[in-house]
């Protein structure tokens, strides 16, 4: 029973290139974030999204946007891909109102940008 | 500025012995403390969780300990077991009305031999 889904597992993308990564949810919940993750360098907050059509910036928000049009679905924009994007990414979600719940994490999408 | 270091970032344990990772944080308004373990092509998955009103968290093999005045936290795993191989990332955060935004550790890759 998979309940945040990436749709895409692995991503070769060109230099330049506008990407799109998507994440739906079906648990219903409210809150929902993008992580990248390196090698020694862990999880890192690229944007998070507290409610339908809200966004806000994470700690390495550079060259990248998000949209939230439906609770469900959140997609991470890369608006012209660069090699130092390529990356591990990690979509999560947690409910509202059980914020000592933790997060539920997609499986990422390991992209590469030639 | 890291504002959760973890270490070690690589740990060989011999099977039925005692892992050790350890975080240390520096803002003292987080509140809620994870600790996430992942596998190889699979997202993180919640681990455990200890909020800093308690200094222990026992489930099953794995406990929190929490020293509030040393702003450090550490997962012990008990009996380590060959499965028990993965990286394990350590997190915090704050909770807010709006959410619990997490900022993770560098994550420590345990190897668990027979």
């Known amino acids: 029973d998979v309940k945040v889904t990436q749709s895409s597992r692995y991503l070769v993308k060109r230099t330049g290139e506008k990407v799109f990564l998507e994440c739906v949810q079906d648990?219903?919940?409210?809150?929902m974030f993008w992580y990248r993750q390196d090698p020694g360098l862990g999880l890192r907050l690229i944007y998070f999204?507290?409610?339908?059509?809200?966004?806000e910036k994470g700690d390495i928000p550079e060259g990248y946007s998000v949209s939230r049009e439906k609770k469900e679905r959140f997609s991470l924009i890369l608006e012209s891909a660069s090699t130092n994007q390529t990356s591990m990414y990690l979509c999560?979600?947690?409910?509202?109102?059980?914020?000592?719940?933790?997060?539920?994490f997609g499986s990422g999408t390991r992209l590469t940008v030639v | 500025q890291q504002q959760v270091k973890q270490s070690p970032q690589s740990l060989i344990v011999q099977k039925g012995g005692i892992s050790i990772i350890n975080c240390a944080y520096e803002?003292?308004?987080?509140?809620?403390f994870p600790w996430y373990q992942q596998f190889p092509g699979k997202g993180p998955a919640l681990l455990i969780a200890?909020?800093?009103?308690?200094s222990e968290k026992k489930e099953g093999r794995f406990t929190i300990s929490f020293n509030k005045s040393a702003k450090q936290f550490s997962l012990h795993i008990m009996d380590s077991q060959p499965g028990d191989s993965a990286t394990y990332f350590c997190?915090?955060?704050?909770?807010?009305?709006?959410?619990?935004?997490?900022?993770f550790g560098t994550g420590t890759q345990l190897k668990v031999e027979l």
């Open positions: 999560a979600s947690s409910p509202s109102d059980r914020l000592y719940y933790g997060y539920t």
């Open positions: 648990m219903d919940h409210e809150n």
């Open positions: 999204s507290y409610d339908v059509k809200m966004k």
């Open positions: 803002n003292t308004a987080f509140d809620y």
């Open positions: 200890i909020r800093p009103d308690v």
């Open positions: 997190a915090a955060s704050i909770v807010t009305g709006g959410g619990n935004k997490l900022t």
